[in-house]
Each structure stands twice: as C-alpha cells, then as structure tokens.
C-alpha cells in the first residue's frame, strides 16, 4: 500500500464516508473541500475517482502516485 493525501470537495463527503466509514479521518479545508490521507494500493478503482468525479477529487500526494494516474490518462 501506499500512504495517499487526496483532496475533496465537501459534495463528496457522504461518498467518502460511505466508502471508508464514518469514522475516517478527515481534515476540513478553506474552500469547501476536505483533505484525507489513505492506505491505498494503486488499483483502476483508486484511480477511478479523479476521473468520476473530476476537479471534485484532486490527488495532492505523493508526487508519484499524481504521475502514475496522469500516465493512465493520456
């Protein structure tokens, strides 16, 4: 796994809860949109957040993993 920081827009509070429980620890940010740092293995699944919801879900870190879901898309 690997430890993954992602940035959401408020709308998708429920999604996130729904998917990791309501105890998931979340950090809630300026702007309407909440940070959350996850164990993720790099899977279509994980990697198909950005794409379902768009600018609503931007991956902030690390570095790597951003590169690895660019690559998928292009």
Known sequence: TEQV????ANALINF???RFG??????IQDHG???LDLDVVATK???SWPF???DKVVIVE???FR???ENQIQ
Do not use: R
């Open 5 to 8: 920081k992602l940035k959401f």
């Open 16 to 18: 996130v809860m729904d």
């Open 22 to 27: 309501k105890d998931v620890d979340f950090n």
């Open 33 to 35: 949109t909440f940070m």
């Open 45 to 47: 699944t994980v990697f």
């Open 52 to 54: 379902m919801f768009g």
């Open 62 to 64: 690390p570095q790597s």
């Open 67 to 69: 590169c690895t879901f």
